[in-house]
């Protein structure tokens, strides 16, 4: 029972530190910070920016569903009818598409750049390699037609490399 739990334990050290679980840690926590950085931006520069053009921030934006609504002015809740609040569904929208933004121009696409040419490159070497094991078997190929025809005749084949005509 006592191997058991050594292995348990062993089996969880190795899953904690392993690099892709210290990777998405380090990834939550930036994203997080990150993701206040957005908000306070919204909330900061674009709320406003709205603001300076209509009557208020996205945040205050709402529509009455349903009858007169009617605000508590001490709590700011909706005594009386259904408010939709569309103005702070559009600010999170706002929110999500910048990130998204800054996510896609500054991380995905760089990577997705230097992904593509490392693959051009190592597809370069291994046609360069193929290129070479190609021209060493053409060598290894006149070499042997080489030693066949000065054997004085063929050895079961023509005494030419396939290609090639009488002129050697």
Not at 145 to 153: E, K
Request: proline letters at 4%; aromatic letters at 6%.
């Amino acid at each position: 029972m006592s191997e058991k739990k050594v292995s348990l334990l062993e089996g969880f050290k190795a899953f904690l530190t392993r690099g892709n679980v210290i990777d998405l840690a380090v990834a939550v926590v930036i994203g997080a910070a990150f993701t206040q950085v957005v908000n306070s931006i919204v909330k900061g520069v674009i709320n406003p920016l709205v603001g300076a053009f209509g009557t208020k921030d996205l945040e205050g934006y709402s529509s009455c569903l349903k009858g007169p609504c009617v605000t508590d002015p001490k709590t700011g809740e909706a005594t009386e009818g259904i408010r939709i609040l569309w103005g702070s569904v559009l600010s999170a929208t706002l929110s999500f598409l910048i990130t998204a933004a800054v996510v896609y121009f500054l991380m995905v696409l760089p990577m997705a750049k230097y992904l593509a040419k490392r693959a051009a490159m190592q597809a370069a070497k291994e046609g360069v390699q193929e290129t070479l094991e190609v021209s060493e078997l053409e060598v290894l190929k006149e070499i042997r037609d080489a030693l066949v025809s000065q054997r004085g005749g063929p050895a079961g084949g023509t005494g030419e490399s396939p290609g090639r005509g009488h002129d050697q």
